[in-house]
């Protein structure tokens, strides 16, 4: 049986984070509160929706349901202009060389991302067309740590869940990797992703005779 392949994308394919981290702190600022690297670390693998929850309750800001959906958009037009001139000088290093020998090996690639905005990205740093199947934001309705993302990007690859791989940086992304019994590769600081399989800083300490030694097992 194949092997299929899910790669996260903010984090693991771009830095993305960064990013995410400015809009956020524009509208807390904007808001009245600060807001800091350290509590950005919550948001990763989050929805849109999940990070404003968590933002006023940082801020202890109370917000009607108009003002909720007001400030969702605001965040958006924001992040937007930031990844509006991204290109491929943004690809995390080594990401490309991981993707190529799973191309070239004609393993299945898949996105599995909590963003709606992953398409777009993946089409301006030119990477979309090593994707045989995304799945995003925009086509789940439960967020990681549920593992709904990889399951459907699994099933729509034609792959068994437990031939799945991960690649995922943040917790909540490995927790779903996990719960979707297939196999987590941490990509960041171990002590943080402890929950992975495997662990990695980033795609430069990956050889590609580690992804073979995982197709080959089993
Ligand atoms: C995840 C990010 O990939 O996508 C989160 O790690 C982000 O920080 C989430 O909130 C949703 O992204 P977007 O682009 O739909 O706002
Ligand atoms: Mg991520």
Redesign the pocket.
């Given at each position: 049986m194949k092997k299929g392949f899910i790669f996260?994308?903010?984090?693991v394919i771009v830095d993305?984070?960064k990013y995410?981290y400015l809009a956020w702190k524009n509208l807390a600022n904007d808001l009245g509160f600060e807001f800091t690297k350290e509590q950005?670390e919550l948001?990763?693998?989050?929805?849109?929706k999940?990070?404003l929850e968590i933002l006023l309750e940082i801020g202890k800001v109370e917000a009607t349901q108009e003002q909720f959906d007001t400030w969702m958009i605001e965040?958006?037009v924001d992040?937007l202009k930031y990844i509006e001139n991204m290109d491929a000088s943004e690809i995390l290093p080594d990401v490309p060389k991981i993707l190529d020998y799973l191309k070239d090996r004609k393993h299945p690639i898949a996105l599995g991302?909590?963003?709606?905005?992953?398409q777009p990205?993946l089409e301006k740093v030119g990477l979309l067309s090593y994707f045989d199947v995304i799945v995003?934001?925009n086509n789940v309705t439960k967020?990681?740590p549920d593992p709904e993302v990889f399951l459907l990007a699994a099933k729509q690859l034609g792959v068994n869940s437990s031939d799945c791989l991960v690649f995922e940086?943040?917790v909540a992304?490995v927790q779903a990797a996990n719960s979707a019994k297939m196999i987590s590769i941490g990509i960041g600081d171990e002590k943080v992703l402890s929950e992975a399989r495997y662990n990695f800083k980033d795609f430069t300490e990956i050889d590609t005779n580690f992804i073979q030694d995982l197709i080959n097992k089993n």
């Open positions: 996260d994308l903010d984090g993305t984070a995410h950005n948001f990763k693998g989050v929805s849109r999940r990070c965040k958006n992040y991302s909590a963003s709606k905005n992953a990205i995003d934001g967020a990681k940086d943040a992304g």
